[in-house]
């Protein structure tokens, strides 16, 4: 017969209740919201850093979407033969973007003498369109500028 005392698991979370916003993002006329998420980060702040990252991350690929997007619409077949030469990729610049909200879930697992704590972090963050075709226009001056330069 085993003595050992039965492992715990411990549930802890920012708020009462999971936020809307993680599944559903909010939707205003000039501002685009994007969520960030890291699951099983080793700390709080591991996570919020990777959730806010992710993010940005997010934002970066919408903006540079948009950019690739728009830029096939205007290009003409001999810009179009020397960008297939370039090969450009753009980067984007994300500036501006503001941390709305978070939220957090933290499991601890106690088993023995061994503790093992786990967070999942959601972040919501806000970026203005206006800055999105800001964005558009600053690469879109940098891909002009590889193209005249070819």
Aim: aromatic residues 8%.
């Amino acid at each position: 017969m085993s003595c050992a005392p039965p492992t715990q698991i411990i549930r802890e979370t920012s708020s009462s209740g999971k936020p809307k916003w993680i599944e559903t993002p909010p939707r205003e006329n000039e501002t685009l919201y994007f969520v960030g998420i890291k699951t099983s980060a080793e700390t709080l702040e591991e996570g919020r850093n990777a959730a806010l990252k992710d993010a940005m991350s997010k934002i970066s690929d919408f903006v540079g979407c948009k950019i690739e997007s728009l830029f096939k619409d205007y290009i003409s077949e001999i810009e179009q033969k020397q960008m297939q030469q370039i090969k450009s990729t753009s980067s984007s610049t994300v500036k501006f973007a503001q941390v709305v909200d978070s939220y957090y879930e933290k499991m601890a697992r106690i088993e023995r003498n061994f503790k093992i704590e786990k967070y999942d972090v959601y972040v919501l963050v806000k970026f203005s369109k206006a800055e999105v075709q800001a964005e558009i226009n600053r690469q879109q001056r940098v891909k002009d500028e590889r193209i005249r330069n070819a």
